[in-house]
């Protein structure tokens, strides 16, 4: 099943309410729900149990072949891009970091050109992901934290651009595991907001009525959410298992691009460099039993699932159940 228009973030596009109620749990929780998560368990697994076959080191070994001449220039890729990112939302004007997050300070501008210029350097680049937080913290002063929470791949994207700068790790983890990690996390809490308000892309989804195959929206609402957070969840497991999700996500986010346009293509610019670049990590870790995906998968559909809702509750009084 394509997920295009849930990779076409919906606030960009359509009206919404972050302090609204959610749908209850209750109801996001049906039988519809269950057999999508069995589904996305079969799948995890199965991949799991490929993976040290000689089916899954068969497509290590083409998964390597296919990007080693983009590998060597991952670094560089993800500068230009977030170069690009910076200049073309500069170029369009009242953003932070997003369409939906607009001020109308002159000097974010500034900071945009100056973290655009700060990649033409490695020594610049610590400079350059410390503007991006700067931002970041504007955004959240202005739009509230849950609304932030939308967006923690940007930290993700400051702490690669810094670690690289500097040379550095965090604590042992690689700068591109961070951003890995980062990018799982925000693929993983975005699609609980598909289940939570799957109404917010109704309009999108009549405007855009090819992309469902005709299933009712309801439905294909559910049904992205889930593709979006088991491909998401991938981007934290194994080697095979992560760098395939990575390629679906990048399909899923370019071919949105095509659909939704120049908006989408340039917010959507860095996780695509961010995914591409995943892909191409070709370092090997340590196996994992298979049957810790499954449990992974439903520990943190649950974790993302109370952390959403209690959030939620927490600061706008909405109803849980």
């Known amino acids: 099943m394509s997920a295009r228009s849930a990779d076409a973030h919906v606030k960009w596009f359509c009206a919404f309410d972050v302090a609204g109620q959610p749908r209850g749990l209750e109801?996001?929780?049906?039988?519809?729900?269950?057999?999508?998560?069995?589904i996305a368990v079969f799948w995890l697994f199965a991949?799991?149990?490929?993976?040290?076959?000689a089916v899954g080191e068969a497509t290590i070994r083409a998964l390597d072949r296919i990007t080693s001449p983009l590998r060597p220039y991952t670094d560089v890729m993800i500068r230009a891009v977030v170069a690009f990112f910076f200049i073309s939302i500069w170029a369009v004007g009242g953003i932070?970091?997003?369409?939906?997050?607009?001020?109308t300070s002159p000097l974010v501008g500034v900071l945009q050109l100056a973290i655009a210029a700060g990649m033409l350097s490695r020594r610049t680049l610590p400079l350059s992901a410390l503007g991006m937080a700067?931002?970041?913290?504007?955004a959240v002063r202005n739009y509230g934290v849950f609304h932030l929470a939308d967006y923690p791949i940007f930290l993700g994207v400051a702490a690669y651009l810094a670690l690289t700068g500097l040379k550095k790790d965090l604590f042992g983890v690689q700068p591109i595991d961070v951003m890995r990690y980062a990018t799982a996390v925000t693929l993983m809490w975005a699609s609980i907001e598909k289940w939570a308000y799957p109404e917010w892309s109704f309009p999108l989804l009549i405007e855009h009525a090819s992309i469902t195959f005709g299933f009712d929206n309801e439905f294909y609402m559910r049904a992205a959410g889930m593709v979006e957070f088991a491909l998401a969840f991938a981007l934290v497991w194994t080697p095979l298992i992560r760098r395939c999700a990575a390629t679906v996500l990048t399909g899923m986010f370019i071919s949105a691009c095509f659909e939704f346009g120049k908006i989408d293509t340039i917010g959507h610019s860095a996780i695509i460099a961010v995914l591409l670049a995943i892909v191409c990590d070709n370092r090997s870790s340590e196996r994992r039993a298979p049957w810790l995906a499954p449990v992974g998968l439903c520990a943190a559909l649950s974790v993302t699932l109370f952390a959403y809702y209690v959030g939620h509750a927490a600061l706008f009084k909405t109803a849980v159940l």
């Open 96 to 103: 932070l970091l997003t369409p939906e997050l607009k001020t």
């Open 47 to 53: 991949g799991c149990l490929i993976e040290p076959t």
């Open 134 to 138: 700067v931002i970041y913290g504007i």
């Open 27 to 38: 109801n996001v929780l049906c039988m519809d729900f269950e057999l999508l998560l069995g």
